[in-house]
């Protein structure tokens, strides 16, 4: 079953924050995280495996709680370029591939 | 070299034609994929290749058949689609536990 987003949709001014949630109802392996702007292709961001931990690299950071099945990505100060749709994608268990099922998505749009 | 390259870019076809899309990496990932895209949905998973075998086949009907001739190379043929079918085909490649790089994709129009 597909993983669930929200929220669905946010609009934000430059330099705000947003707070995007990831929730599954499968246990979890992993998490990745993916934008995607209009037309393009989804671009990785991040990846969180089992153990509850948090990444980060600039001002885009996510933590995955493995006991709630959930993830959040984290954008502080955004920028302009933040704009686009946000995907997680996750695995249910490791292997020589990943079978990734991507989330409901999230529309971000950053505004002047 | 980071870049997986899909080709054609656009394609349009009749429901009784035939047609390949191609998808083509070099970084040496032993994973590639055939994901389907719908306007404003996320990529749904069609196939997997682990190793150049067919690992995952998500219920994909017939008339898709993958192929995968070698490490770098992945296909995708095409015959007697719907116009349902109708879609952004993304692929992309992989090493274990690592992130996927998708290729920029073939918008198909079935007419």
């Known amino acids: 079953q597909q993983p669930v987003q929200s929220p669905q949709a946010v609009i934000l001014r430059e330099g705000e924050d947003a707070v995007i949630n990831c929730s599954s109802s499968k246990a979890l392996y992993s998490v990745h995280w993916y934008r995607q702007k209009h037309g393009e292709a989804p671009v990785f961001l991040m990846i969180l495996l089992k153990g509850g931990e948090q990444k980060g690299h600039e001002k885009i950071s996510a933590s995955f709680n493995e006991k709630k099945q959930q993830s959040s990505l984290y954008l502080t100060a955004s920028q302009l370029s933040y704009s686009g749709t946000y995907f997680c994608?996750?695995?249910?268990?490791?292997?020589?591939?990943?079978?990734?099922?991507f989330g409901t998505g999230t529309r971000l749009q950053v505004t002047l | 070299d980071t870049e997986v390259t899909q080709t054609p870019k656009h394609l349009v076809m009749g429901m009784t034609n035939k047609k390949s899309l191609k998808c083509e990496q070099h970084m040496g990932h032993r994973a590639m994929y055939w994901y389907k895209q719908k306007a404003k949905k996320p990529p749904e998973l069609m196939f997997v290749?682990?190793?150049?075998?067919?690992?995952i086949n998500e219920s994909v009907p017939s008339r898709f058949s993958p192929e995968c001739p070698n490490s770098s190379l992945l296909n995708l043929h095409l015959h007697a689609l719907q116009p349902e079918d109708s879609a952004l085909y993304l692929c992309a490649s992989s090493q274990a536990f690592t992130e996927a790089f998708f290729g920029q994709g073939t918008r198909l129009t079935v007419v």
């Open positions: 290749y682990s190793y150049e075998k067919l690992s």
């Open positions: 994608g996750t695995e249910a268990r490791p292997g020589t591939a990943s079978k990734l099922t």
